[in-house]
């Protein structure tokens, strides 16, 4: 489902609220910073051991997201 967020301007110096324009998040815009989110915590579980299962999961995450990006064929 589609999520409203906002950008928010503000008075210069007073930092009051001046205006606020909504704006609309994709489901595909969602999913992408879902996937994200996950390759960063790979990336930060980098120097812990991992058990072969998780080894599995993270890898076809990782092929998953590269092919969905149109970085490997």
């Not at 489901?27 to 790979?42: G, P, R």
């Not at 120097?47 to 997201?65: F, S």
């Amino acid at each position: 489902m589609p999520e409203t967020r906002y950008i928010r301007e503000y008075e210069q110096g007073t930092g009051k609220l001046l205006r606020t324009t909504p704006y609309i998040i994709s489901d595909a815009q969602l999913a992408d910073e879902a996937q994200e989110k996950e390759v960063q915590k790979i990336i930060n579980a980098l120097g812990e051991e991992w058990t072969p299962a998780q080894t599995t999961t993270r890898v076809k995450m990782l092929i998953r997201r590269l092919l969905a990006k149109g970085l490997i064929p």
